[in-house]
């Protein structure tokens, strides 16, 4: 059946009404389409069952892929916990055509190594176990002599792809790429080939990635909770039974012969689907795919089965330790996300917290009662679950905090919320809706979630016609039903964790790279032929229109034709620099209301009307911003414009929020990566007088009055300033609007001086140590490396290709593929924001403690000595040329992208300065810019771990080694 625009259209609007899924035919690829569905997903299902969903959306020549299959942790073996996700990981290690110089001498070994862990998994002595592992590592060594690393994320940089990834669930794991849309055809080869006989080589430096994530989510105290309160929400099923990273147990005994029995179960195509968003065309995609996939044989997967228990009487409590700040989370076991009840689910959820008007929003969040809360839905096929959090005020007991969120939930089953809640609620989540179909990655991860949860594409789309539906006295019935004291609360304490094994570090003789070496399968993909794409930069005069405000502020202005949405942003070029008090300020007026609204009214009068207000505020810059639908911006903009000049003092609310920053001053030091990123960072860059030091004294607070502060925001918008407009009105109106409802001095006053810091200027390197509490270590290097220089740019980028960014770039394969010393690994060199700061050369390493010396070295090492590999050259500048011929910077990117360049001082898209010089460059170009910034740098090299357990005399052969305490780094 031939579809032309009007004949959809009138089919849709028919067709609408009776939600009913439309079946189509193009050529011999029959498929479906629901009605109503704003994505217009085209639905196919292969001979061998694999599903395809094809969404076209042409912001970019660009597509956003994902191929999910359903199985994760909740499917992996009862003794293999940690399976699915480890599988996740192997599938990036290559085929018997890819990923091998030579597959029929490396399968030699390959079967020795899954034999000798076999043996491994069974033997119980240490000693015995130590043995066979320096076998293992032996072998290992040789097979790697025939291996090529990284080779699949080789060929995904050459092909121009983005954000190539994977990730493991409950239910789902998931392969992505963005990649342009003139290398589909290349895609489908790889990814096909990849499918079709993954080989787990390079198996023993992986599995020490995997060792050092299962040590990050022990250093992570908020992932403690979440798996603590589904260990006792789900006792019965294996959501709480098992974790997606598995047990420490269980991956020190991993099984390849099981990795590969749970491949060949569940990586079928009757299990999977391929889903797609972008620019293409659906009926030569299809037929692609069938071509590449189409000969997968389905297979028998075996049902998922449970036993269906009604919860018992609760409430379940336990806690979890940690050196984080204090939380409480609490949840309730609901239907699962297939069943009537879960409607209500998603709107029960909205009115508690939605973050504006909910319950939890209003009467604990605005009325200061915890530091902060919030409400959630974690929504799987077999069971959902209603979650409520929150962080304690200082001197609050997480006790007197579940009382504070128990109250609310009562709130809710006695009906003690506004009757147009659910309404507005409901148009709220269309608004979003509206803003995840403006991206191809929203657009594929809503069908990701439908296809892997079991949700028809059908049942999603009419959500929003049955929500309709719902009273608020379905609401609360459900809630008087479901919100019992059958609920789970997980007490997140500050203490040591002592049910943490250590885990040592194995022998890892590093494997051989064979970075220069390709395979056949890797040359065929290099030469296909694609058309090309030509790029498309912006061009600041023509892309926005410039206009004035009352003569004297500019207006940048760029159309949305896409959707009926604005985004309207008030900029000041002043922050915490020029004033101390400013932040505060801002921060202040999210607490205020006018003579006519109370706070809690201007907050439900933003939600009502399906705007939103928000405030950011930083060291340099401070901006307001309006966002909504377009229909109700004048509504939103007068009580936006009442609010910034008629707000009025709420003293109590000052008060609260002091002691609430006060509190949170406590907090960021409890927090690791702030800690080594912020506060750490600071302190090496600019030394004792730090912008993180430039902040008012606990006296210097507390003395803060509300007409201070109020003073400050009612003469905010009387200071030099510009606005930025992404949105449907035209110019004209849109001037008026802002005229007419704008209150501004005839003459704005100019901003206030900044306060300059100094970078430090280091003539050795130093080391800098703080002790904390932690699984693992966190190491970060950084060194001042020159002025700006806006011509090395091209070179930069090319260099950070190279060298430090990416799956494929040296740092990561030294370091993590090689040696197996983590998890995450880059380094990159700094372009700044300002031209009068510096670039800097950056690089971060996470590994276990024992490792510490070993990442120290290897970093090192790069940083003085960077490897030479024509071949991961050529694929960097190839990357960095086809991302460029494909990017479109679309929205408020273009109106950003404009405030950059003039902060920069230059009046051109600095991509098309990259374009014209990257495609020249040779290795030795970047070679010569290594030699020259980053080989013989002093670095202040920053520590963060337990000290006890750090090799004191490893740093110091790197520099003096200072012992830093918090109150050092932080000033307070």
Do not use: C
């Amino acid at each position: 059946m031939k579809h032309s625009r009007n004949t959809i259209g009138k089919l849709l609007f028919i067709l609408t009404t009776l939600l009913l899924p439309f079946l189509a035919v193009a050529g011999s690829y029959s498929y479906t389409t629901v009605p109503g569905d704003p994505m217009n997903t085209r639905i196919y299902e292969l001979d061998n069952g694999l599903k395809v969903y094809l969404t076209v959306y042409e912001n970019e020549p660009r597509v956003h892929t994902s191929i999910a299959v359903r199985a994760g942790s909740k499917h992996d073996p009862h003794e293999d916990t940690g399976l699915a996700h480890y599988l996740e990981h192997l599938m990036f290690k290559g085929t018997d055509r890819f990923g091998s110089l030579d597959w029929e001498k490396e399968k030699v070994y390959l079967n020795k190594i899954d034999s000798l862990f076999e043996v491994h998994r069974r033997t119980e002595d240490e000693a015995e176990r130590s043995a066979i592992y320096r076998v293992i590592d032996s072998v290992s060594y040789e097979a790697s002599k025939y291996a090529i690393p990284n080779e699949y994320d080789r060929m995904l940089s050459l092909i121009g792809a983005r954000g190539t990834n994977a990730y493991t669930s409950v239910e789902q794991t998931v392969y992505i790429n963005d990649v342009p849309a003139n290398q589909l055809e290349r895609w489908l080869t790889i990814e096909s080939e990849r499918f079709r006989n993954p080989i787990f080589r390079l198996f023993h430096t992986e599995l020490e990635t995997v060792y050092e994530e299962k040590n990050m989510s022990l250093d992570n105290d908020g992932r403690k909770v979440f798996d603590k309160l589904y260990e006792i929400l789900y006792p019965d099923h294996t959501y709480g039974t098992q974790t997606t990273l598995g047990s420490q147990e269980h991956l020190k005994n991993p099984s390849i012969r099981n990795i590969r029995d749970f491949y060949n179960t569940y990586y079928v195509p009757n299990n999977m689907a391929i889903i797609i968003s972008g620019d293409f065309d659906p009926d030569e995609l299809i037929v692609k795919i069938d071509n590449h996939f189409g000969h997968f044989e389905p297979g028998d997967v075996p049902a998922f089965t449970y036993d269906n228990n009604p919860p018992q009487n609760g409430p379940f409590v336990a806690e979890v330790f940690g050196p984080s700040a204090e939380t409480i989370r609490i949840g309730w076991r609901l239907p699962g996300v297939t069943s009537r009840e879960a409607d209500i689910v998603s709107l029960m959820s909205g009115i508690l917290s939605n973050g504006t008007a909910g319950l939890i929003d209003i009467n604990v969040n605005q009325a200061q009662t915890v530091l902060r809360a919030g409400a959630f839905t974690h929504s799987k096929e077999d069971y959902s679950s209603l979650q409520i959090s929150a962080t304690p005020k200082s001197g609050q007991t997480l006790e007197e905090v579940r009382d504070i969120l128990l109250a609310e939930v009562e709130n809710l089953k006695t009906g003690n919320f506004p009757d147009w809640l659910p309404e507005a609620v409901i148009n709220d989540m269309k608004l979003s809706e509206i803003r995840t179909m403006q991206s191809n990655n929203g657009r594929t991860r809503t069908l990701v979630n439908a296809f892997t949860s079991g949700v028809d594409l059908e049942t999603y789309v009419d959500r929003f016609n049955r929500w309709e539906k719902i009273t608020k006295e379905d609401i609360v019935a459900f809630a008087n039903a479901y919100l019992d004291n059958n609920y789970a609360v997980v007490y997140k304490r500050k203490g040591t964790d002592e049910s943490i094994i250590k885990l040592d570090k194995p022998l890892i003789t590093p494997v051989v790279l064979n970075r220069d070496h390709q395979s056949d399968f890797f040359g065929k993909i290099s030469q296909m032929e694609v058309e090309s794409i030509e790029p498309v930069f912006l061009d600041y005069k023509n892309d926005i229109s410039e206009y004035s405000i009352h003569g004297n502020i500019p207006l940048y202005y760029n159309r949305n034709v896409e959707d009926e949405t604005f985004t309207l942003y008030y900029l000041f070029d002043m922050g915490n620099n020029h004033d101390q008090k400013l932040g505060l300020a801002i921060r202040y007026l999210e607490y205020l209301g006018t003579d006519k609204y109370s706070p809690e009214e201007v907050k439900q009068q933003f939600y009502r009307t399906g705007t939103n207000f928000n405030v950011f505020n930083s060291n340099e810059q401070v901006y307001v911003f309006l966002s909504g639908l377009s229909e109700n911006m004048e509504a939103g903009l007068k009580l936006f414009e009442e609010l910034l000049n008629e707000a009025t003092a709420n003293d109590q609310a000052l008060e609260n929020l002091k002691r609430d920053i006060l509190r949170q001053r406590e907090n960021n030091k409890l927090n690791k990566n702030y800690i080594l990123r912020t506060a750490m960072f600071d302190y090496a860059m600019y030394g004792e007088q730090s912008p993180l030091k430039n902040i008012l004294s606990e006296e210097e607070l507390m003395a803060v009055t509300s007409d201070e502060l109020i003073d400050r925001i009612h003469n905010l918008t009387g200071y030099e300033h510009r606005v930025l407009y992404y949105g449907t009105h035209q110019p004209q109106e849109l001037i008026s609007l802002l005229e007419k409802h704008r209150k501004l001095p005839p003459t704005l006053r100019p901003l206030p001086e900044e306060v300059a810091f100094t970078e430090v200027e280091r003539n050795q390197t130093e080391v800098f140590v703080v002790d904390f509490d932690m699984t693992q270590v966190d190491l970060m290097m950084l060194s001042k490396a020159s002025d700006y220089q806006e011509e090395k740019i091209p070179t930069v980028n090319l260099f950070n290709s190279y060298f430090g960014t990416g799956m494929s770039a040296i740092v990561f394969q030294e370091l993590r593929e090689a040696k197996g010393l983590a998890y995450s690994a880059f380094a990159f060199y700094t372009t700044p924001s300002r031209p009068d700061r510096s670039h800097y050369i950056y690089t971060f390493i996470g590994t276990q403690s024992d490792k510490l010396s070993d990442a120290m070295q290897g970093m090192s090492n790069l940083l003085e000595d960077m490897p030479v590999s024509e071949n991961s050259f050529h694929t960097a500048r190839e990357s960095i040329i086809e991302r460029i011929n494909t990017e479109r910077i679309t929205r408020t990117g273009v109106l950003f992208n404009y405030e950059t360049a003039k902060r920069m001082g230059r009046d051109y898209d600095i991509r098309r300065k990259m374009y014209e010089e990257v495609p020249k460059m040779e290795f030795n170009t970047i070679q010569e810019f290594h030699n020259a910034y980053v080989k013989d740098s002093n670095y202040a090299i920053l520590v963060l771990g337990k000290q006890d357990e750090l090799d004191i005399e490893a740093l110091e052969e790197y520099g003096k080694v200072h012992f830093l305490t918090l109150e050092q780094v932080f000033g307070y």
